[in-house]
C-alpha cells in the first residue's frame, strides 16, 4: 500500500493521472489503493463503476499452477469480486481446486466449482477463444477446437463485478428428514425471501442454479418456474459442484453430503449508490432435437427403485390399443425410414400438474421435460427419470445436426437484435459477459462445431468475454421450440431442462 507521503504527492498531479495510475493495477494493489484515502476512494470507485465479468482457462497438468495462471489472468485489472464460477476437468481433484480458488479469492466471495465435461473460453496464453473436449484425442486445425487426452485437467475461472446487485448462494439441503417436497418449498422461499430483502420484490433478476443429478432436479426446477415471475432468468448445469457461501468462514469439503442444489442468486439492490445504471440478464436456447414419429398418450407408468427409471406404455393419441416399448421402437424406425440402433433417442413430455409452496393457493402448471429412452422391449419403455404420470404426453426426440445448425442461426438472430437495439434510439445498452451453458447429447454431438457452439455469441459480440461449459444436463428456463420432422416449428410451453441444447446467458448494462 502506498505511504500517505506518496500518496499526497501524486494528488498533487491531479486526478486524471492519479486515475491513470490506479486504472492499471492488478486487483489486490487496486483494492489497496483505494484504501489509501478518500480521495483514492472515490478515484476507484470512478474505474470501476461498470459491471465486468473476466475469465480464463489454463490447461497446465499442475493444479497449483493451473489455478494460479486463471486467477492472475481474471485478477489482472481492477475487479472487485462479486462472484466466482469454475469449471474443472473431471482428473483434477475439485475439492482441493476448490480450496485453491476459494484462498486466492477470500472468504467474502461466494464460489462454485463446478465438475466440466468440456469448456468454452479464452486461454489463459494465446487468449484465443477455443472448445476443449474431454474425450477425442486430436487437434482439428479447422475448428480451432482443442481436444487433446491431458485436457481434461483444465480449469477455468470465471470472476464477475455487477454494481447495484447484490450477489447469494441458496443451497438445497441433501440430507434431511423432511420430505422433498417440503425440503424444496424452503430453497424457493428462502430465495424469495432473499430477493424481496434486497429488491423488495420475490422475484430474483436472474438464478445460476447448480445440481447433481437431473432426475432430482426436475421437481426443483417446476417449483421454481411456478414460483418465480417469468422475468426471472434461470440457465445453469447439472454436473457435481462445491461451494463456497458469501461471509461463510467454514469451506465446505463436501457438496456430496451437504447440498444436493445450489443457486447463485442475483439481485437488483434498491438501496443501489446513485450514478449506477441497470444491469439485466437474457436467456436465449439452442437445441438440435427433431421429433419423428406421432404424438403418444401413456397408458401406464410403473417407476423402479433402481437409478430413476421410469417403465411405461402408451397409446398413440386418437387408438385404445396399448403399445408396448418394442412395438412403439419399430414404429419410430419405420418413420425414419430405416432402423439405426445406435441412435440415441429420449422422448419430450407434456405435463399438467398442480403446484404449490408451503400454504399458498394452489395453481395448474404446464410444463415439458425430456427423459433419456434406455430401452424398448415388450415390456415397455424404459426411461430416465421419474414424475411421468398417466395421461401425459410424449414423442420421440433425436439429435439432428441440421437442425442444430438451424437453431443456432437463430439464436444468432436473437443476439444481433440485442445487440442492434442497444445501437439504436435512446438505448445504451452494452453486452459485457455471457456464459453457455451445454449438456452432455450436445457436446457428444455438437460441441467441436464452433458455428454451432461458441459463434453465435462471439460474432456478435467479438471481444467480449465469455465462458462456458459441457454438463450432464444444461439448465435454461423458457418457452421451448423445437422442429418436428417434415413441419415447422412448434412451440410445445415451458421447459427447464431442456435435452441437447445449449443456453446462453447473456449479461448487459445500460448506463
Not at 465435461?117 to 486430436?138: A, L, P
Not at 447439472?238 to 469439503?253: A, E, M, Q, T, V
Not at 461458441?454 to 418457452?479: E, H, K, M, W
Request: net charge neutral.
Amino acid at each position: 500500500m502506498p505511504s500517505t507521503g506518496i500518496a499526497t504527492t501524486i494528488d498533487l498531479f491531479g486526478e486524471d493521472l492519479l486515475e491513470n495510475i490506479i486504472s492499471r493495477l492488478p486487483a489486490s494493489s487496486f483494492a489497496s489503493a483505494a484504501c489509501v484515502n478518500r480521495s483514492w476512494n472515490l478515484v476507484s470507485d470512478r474505474i470501476l463503476c461498470r459491471p465486468k465479468l473476466s475469465s480464463a482457462w489454463s490447461i497446465n497438468p499442475s493444479l497449483q499452477v493451473a489455478v494460479e495462471d486463471v486467477a492472475n489472468k481474471v485478477l489482472s485489472e481492477p475487479i472487485r469480486p462479486h462472484f466466482a464460477i469454475a469449471f474443472v476437468g473431471r482428473i483434477f481433484d475439485r475439492h482441493q481446486a476448490h480450496q485453491l480458488i476459494t484462498a486466492k479469492l477470500g472468504s467474502k466471495v461466494p464460489v462454485i466449482t463446478n465438475w466440466s465435461r468440456g469448456i468454452i473460453g479464452r486461454d489463459v496464453i494465446s487468449d484465443e477463444y477455443q472448445e476443449i473436449d474431454w474425450k477425442t484425442n486430436d487437434r482439428d486445425a479447422d475448428t480451432s477446437v482443442l481436444v487433446m487426452e491431458y485436457v481434461n485437467r483444465a480449469i477455468m475461472l470465471i470472476v464477475g463485478f455487477l454494481p447495484g446487485i447484490k450477489v447469494k448462494i441458496v443451497s438445497l439441503p441433501k440430507q434431511t428428514e423432511a420430505p422433498q417436497a417440503v425440503v424444496i418449498d424452503k430453497f424457493v422461499t428462502d430465495i424469495r425471501e432473499f430477493s424481496a430483502s434486497i429488491s423488495g420484490c420475490k422475484s430474483p433478476a436472474a438464478i445460476i442454479m447448480f445440481s447433481e443429478i437431473q432426475g432430482d432436479t426436475i421437481p426443483v426446477m417446476e417449483k421454481l418456474d411456478y414460483a418465480l415471475s417469468p422475468e426471472t432468468v434461470i440457465v445453469g448445469a447439472c454436473y457435481p459442484f462445491l461451494r463456497h457461501d458469501n461471509g461463510s468462514s467454514r469451506n465446505i469439503k463436501a457438496t456430496e453430503e451437504h447440498a444436493s442444489a445450489a443457486a447463485l442468486v442475483f439481485v437488483v439492490d434498491r438501496n443501489k449508490p446513485p450514478g449506477i445504471g441497470e444491469t439485466q440478464f437474457h436467456a436465449v436456447i439452442s437445441n438440435g432435437l427433431l421429433s419423428v414419429g406421432d404424438a403418444y398418450k401413456v397408458a401406464s407408468v410403473k417407476e423402479g427403485d433402481y437409478k430413476s427409471l421410469t417403465l411405461l406404455t402408451a397409446r398413440r393419441e386418437g387408438s385404445r390399443e396399448i403399445l408396448d416399448g418394442e412395438t412403439i421402437k419399430n414404429q419410430i424406425y419405420e418413420e425414419l425410414g430405416h432402423p439405426n440402433y445406435l441412435r440415441p433417442f429420449c422422448i419430450g413430455v407434456r405435463k399438467r400438474r398442480k403446484c404449490s409452496i408451503g400454504q399458498e393457493k394452489v395453481g395448474w402448471v404446464t410444463s415439458f421435460a425430456f427423459h433419456q429412452v434406455r430401452r424398448s422391449d415388450e415390456e415397455g419403455l424404459i426411461v430416465d427419470d421419474r414424475g411421468i404420470k398417466t395421461g401425459d404426453t410424449f414423442r420421440y426426440y433425436y439429435s439432428d445436426f441440421a437442425t442444430a445448425l438451424s437453431s443456432a442461426a437463430s439464436v444468432s438472430n436473437d443476439l444481433r437484435s440485442l445487440k442492434q437495439g442497444s445501437t439504436t434510439g435512446d438505448d445504451k445498452r452494452e453486452v459485457f459477459g455471457g456464459l453457455i451453458f451445454t449438456s452432455s447429447s450436445f457436446c457428444d454431438t455438437f460441441f467441436t462445431q464452433p458455428k454451432i457452439c461458441r459463434a453465435p455469441f462471439t460474432d456478435n459480440f467479438p471481444g467480449v468475454t465469455l465462458g462456458g461449459s459441457c454438463s450432464y444436463q444444461a439448465i435454461g428456463r423458457g418457452d421451448l421450440i423445437l422442429h418436428v420432422k417434415g413441419s415447422r416449428e412448434q412451440k410445445l410451453g415451458r421447459c427447464c431442462l431442456p435435452k441437447c441444447s445449449a443456453v446462453y446467458f447473456i449479461m448487459s448494462y445500460t448506463p
